[in-house]
């Protein structure tokens, strides 16, 4: 590596006029070379010693203001180490020497395979480098089998069955037993579950992770009790929602025995946590790890300049993919300007890269259990729709990253299983607005009889990458209209969105409304709604029936009655009646749930939000995420029976870590069973 940076060295000196080795009448090329080496060990030898300890004081600024501060920290340090240099004839401008320290970096690090997930001799140099050191500072490892828990955000079965059929998944498709290879055995299983009617991240994660998501009707929803806005992307709102499922379950959660969250919205009671936004908050707490893979991963300047590069590149690609669909004005489409760029580059990129390093740095510490969240796909998917070209360059850098995994694990000290799933899938269609030209909220005061303000107000997308960049910026998720604690005047009603599930509460009155009450306060309100071509059905609480679907036409259908008659809920398929019954169930669903239309011809739905590759109802590939886990675990479920919410997800993966044989969590009875 000192050879190459050496080399490199000489090559920018050549090359660029602000750089020089020597002095200007100095010809003797052995000085030169000699110069060279020098600047290259002084430069190398300063970014071994002093960088780990400038990423350890940066940890105090943000992580992406670290991330600019890459490039100029690096030419700060080459500057320095040609001063060291015993000529004293080597110089290098400011702008020059960030250059130069920039192409050394990348070089070196592509150069010693940290890039490449191919079985080849840099890589697993670089691997077994990376092992070696583990193995000394660590006892060994225990010979059963640890497991990691890999999440793709968003990535429903469908979809990837349809990315294995067209070869973006290569990995995937060699665990399936559909790789390249003829006639290669499967070694994993693909199992489709279905969401609660939540389907979004913070419901599914909960539910997997603790046990119970009980009482998360939404991704953001009104609780009356504390007049509070609840969104499962606010650090405070997430530390909330983890701390009733450990009382509900009365245990940690999955990974309580000797585990490490990665990524997550939730701990899942891990002792090691990297980038977990329900402790994002403990700022003074010493034991508040979720800014920690920041430094495990930038420690390395090889590292923080080749995410530094690809962050600017996948800017970039995100400016071009905006532009061309403009110009061919396609639809459906939202806007993508402003941050958005950035946000999705760090969620593609910055995310992914400390996420999987952190994974690959628990497996060479030989932990037990791994949980992590990769959000590229859905992030993308919202803005750009869950199908076609924008997306599929995501999913092939996912493959490689499980592919990387993979490779990791084979120089793990105790063997690993590496179980892939995901939270949700994602439903494509335009949004409410675009299709009828006013929101929902717009739909909800004409029905009360309020006045609707012309230039409505933009709902911003509940996307988790967004809530990671505000946590890693440690700046509050508060997004327009659904403030911490709404200032409206309380007999308005509070509409909230998420997805294509809208929620519509009445403030002024501390319990959930009836029917009979909404209609005696706003008759034309249910009926206005129920009757919309966008909205699929409503949910509201009934004096005489205590719970009624209402759909057009003046259907109204009693909870009890569903499995009989379906009424507007047929078209959502099985397991809709009794998704609503149990939302229904909850102490903190919204006076008025609203679920958009469907069209299961097309698989699309009407988002609230301005997405337009949307989750958090029912209707379509939202609800049908994946389960991939190998062939030497059981089944998750027996044949013929359904795998069927969040928390039966979450007993599967409690299961397997019992047939590890290793320290697991106790169960002596499951958390539903405990439940009050």
Not at 604 to 624: M, P, T
Request: aromatic share 6%; hydrophobic share 40%.
């Amino acid at each position: 590596m000192w050879a190459v940076s050496t080399v490199t060295m000489l090559v920018l000196a050549g090359i660029l006029p602000d750089f020089q080795l020597q002095s200007a009448d100095d010809e003797s090329t052995t000085r030169l070379a000699m110069t060279a080496a020098l600047g290259a060990g002084a430069f190398g030898l300063l970014s071994a010693l002093v960088w780990p300890l400038l990423v350890r004081l940066l940890l105090l600024v943000p992580a992406l203001v670290l991330g600019l501060l890459v490039f100029f920290l690096n030419g700060s340090l080459l500057i320095v180490a040609l001063r060291l240099v015993p000529s004293g004839d080597s110089e290098a401008a400011p702008e020059t020497a960030v250059i130069v320290a920039a192409v050394m970096s990348a070089v070196a690090s592509a150069t010693g395979g940290a890039l490449a997930v191919r079985d080849d001799d840099a890589y697993r140099r670089r691997l077994y480098r990376l092992a070696d050191r583990r193995r000394r500072a660590l006892p060994p490892g225990p010979s059963s089998p640890g497991t990691v828990f890999m999440q793709l955000d968003g990535v429903g079965h469908d979809l990837m069955l349809a990315a294995v059929g067209k070869g973006l998944m290569p990995t995937v498709a060699r665990w399936l037993g559909e790789g390249a290879g003829a006639g290669e055995r499967p070694t994993h299983r693909l199992t489709a579950w279905r969401t609660d009617w939540s389907s979004q991240t913070g419901a599914s994660q909960l539910g997997i992770l603790h046990g119970s998501n009980h009482d998360v009707p939404a991704f953001r929803w009104y609780e009356k009790a504390a007049r509070e806005v609840m969104v499962c992307n606010r650090p405070t709102s997430a530390a909330e929602l983890q701390r009733r499922a450990i009382d509900r379950t009365g245990d940690g959660g999955l990974l309580t025995a000797d585990g490490a969250s990665r990524g997550n919205l939730f701990s899942g009671g891990a002792d090691e946590q990297a980038l977990v936004l329900s402790i994002a908050t403990k700022r003074r707490d010493r034991r508040n790890r979720s800014r920690a893979g920041y430094f495990a991963y930038f420690s390395d300047p090889a590292n923080a300049v080749r995410t530094a590069l690809s962050f600017i590149a996948e800017v970039g690609r995100e400016i071009g993919q905006s532009s061309r669909a403009r110009v061919r004005k396609a639809r459906p489409r939202v806007s993508r300007g402003g941050l958005y760029p950035f946000v999705r580059a760090f969620a593609t990129v910055v995310e992914r890269d400390v996420v999987v390093a952190a994974v690959m740095g628990d497996m060479f510490a030989g932990r037990t259990a791994v949980y992590a969240d990769l959000v590229a796909y859905d992030e993308v998917a919202h803005h750009s729709g869950p199908f076609g070209r924008d997306v599929e360059k995501v999913l092939e850098r996912l493959d490689r990253a499980l592919a990387l995994i993979e490779k990791a694990a084979e120089h793990a000290p105790r063997p690993y299983r590496l179980v892939v799933l995901s939270d949700h899938g994602q439903s494509p269609g335009e949004t409410f607005r675009a299709r009828y030209g006013l929101g929902l909220g717009d739909l909800v005061r004409a029905g009360c009889g309020l006045p609707v303000p012309r230039r409505a107000r933009r709902t911003h997308s509940g996307a988790e990458a967004r809530a990671a960049v505000r946590a890693a910026l440690r700046r509050p998720v508060e997004e327009g209209g659904e403030q911490h604690r709404p200032s409206r005047r309380r007999s308005e009603p509070i509409v909230l969105a998420s997805g294509n599930l809208g929620l519509v509460s009445f403030p002024d009155v501390p319990h959930r409304m009836t029917k009979e009450e909404i209609d005696a306060r706003h008759p034309a309100l249910l009926t206005t709604l129920a009757n919309h071509p966008g909205v699929g059905f409503l949910l509201v609480r009934s004096e005489r029936h205590g719970g009624v679907v209402l759909g057009a036409y003046g259907a109204e259908i009693p909870l009890d009655r569903l499995d009989d008659d379906p009424g507007p809920l047929e078209v959502f398929g099985p397991g809709a009646a009794d998704a609503v019954r149990r939302t229904h169930s909850f102490p903190s669903t919204a006076d008025i749930m609203v679920n958009s239309a469907y069209d299961p011809a097309d698989g699309e739905v009407l988002a609230f939000e301005e997405q337009i590759g949307s989750h958090g109802g029912l209707g379509g590939a939202q609800g049908r995420p994946f389960l991939l886990s190998p062939l030497a675990l059981s089944a998750p479920v027996d044949d013929g029976q359904d795998l069927v919410g969040a928390e039966h997800v979450h007993r599967v993966l409690r299961r397997w870590l019992r047939e590890a044989n290793g320290p697991q969590v106790p169960v002596e009875t499951e958390p539903q069973e405990r439940a009050a």
